[in-house]
């Protein structure tokens, strides 16, 4: 906008030949239109390279951390005339155990099978005699409805759904026919305890197996920016709103009112997993985590003799290091740095639910296995190499008298 802007202002100081004041009028008015339509042409050329630029730069977006992290390893690796690029990371140039400890799993190859993660339910068992002695409760209904062929296929989002809806209408059925003294009371009383023992194996089924968790919590897609990551906000609310949704019965015999609108909410627990598998905002921490922590261990290793190399008699800076400075500023603090620093904003903002997740007896061992790994272990090992590398460089810059300023 700032180029057509300049454009349009060159077309209000073109000087053109004021007509009144020339004896041949028509030849300057014709020549100042051809100049006016020559400005024109040249502006509306101008606005749609602009255009065509701004629209090549939103299709591709923002570089992935992958290749900044060539562009910087490739930058190092010209000022010390050493191999430094990824490539160049080999078993020869280092120890095996150094690259069996460095490198961490991305999330979608250790998010464990279908079969691994299911829990199995068992239905309520009602006989002929049972289902016609409650059909003065909505649950004779509900009981009906589960039977359907819809009913039998529920997703796992539905299926919790419907738990919900059963348990509140167990309670309201179990205290009518307390009420009127009905021996059945009993019998319907030991389904709800039931149905209310077997609800946290529900609610870990919507956690473990739904599709848009599945996507959420393993498949990355597009990397983690510095900011304007899609729903990343959202999804650490729509993450907590299904966490709140394992909560079963507050009392004895009603079902917590707030739990279960937000649940019987058909439109809004699946909006919820729709922003999840969008934003798919853990898989992109901790895949970002892994690739920033299995390119710097890496280069950490290779670096380190490479800067003591580099020699600054006497505290006193060389060019060499100067240039060095700029590379490590230009990349390093302008551009990994952000991106590490909202990867551990986000981090920290989930952290509470990724430690219950991990102690919640409903959830199988294997996916709180994954849930470990990434949230804990790896970003512990993350952190680790990330300081690692800052401390490398603040080594290299108190010893050459530099500073990370901006060049």
Known sequence: MLMVAEAYTRMRRHKYVTVKSMPDSKCLYVA????????????????????????????????????TMDEYTTRLS???????THEAFSQEALPDST??????????????????????VTPLNINIREFYAIQDCELGRIVAERNTALGKTQLPSQRLQYEHRLLNVLA??????????????STVAAWRKQKQAQYQSVWANVVQTSTEMKLGLSMAGAPLQASENKDAKATVNALNFINGLAETLKQKNVVNTNVEASANNNGELEQQLQIIASSRLPAKLWQTQAVLNNR???LNQVLAPALNNVKCENGIDSDKATILRNVFYLYFIEEIQPIASTLNSYHYQLQPLWEQWAGNTALS???????????IDNFTQYSATMKAHVTLWQNFLGRCNLSPTAP
């Open 172 to 185: 309201n059925c179990e205290a009518r026919l307390q009420a009127a003294d009905n021996p059945i009371a």
């Open 99 to 120: 690259l069996a400890t460095s490198n961490i799993a991305l999330p979608s190859h250790t998010y464990p099978t279908l079969a691994e993660l299911g829990n199995n």
């Open 296 to 298: 710097l261990a890496l």
């Open 78 to 84: 010209r000022v010390l005339d050493k191999p430094l």
């Open 365 to 375: 061992a294997p996916f709180k296995a994954h849930i470990r790994t990434h949230a």
């Open 32 to 67: 100042n239109r051809y100049a006016a339509n020559v400005i024109v042409r040249k502006t509306v050329r101008l606005v749609s390279v602009v255009m065509a630029v701004s629209l090549l730069q939103g299709c591709f977006g923002a570089p992935s951390i992958d290749d």
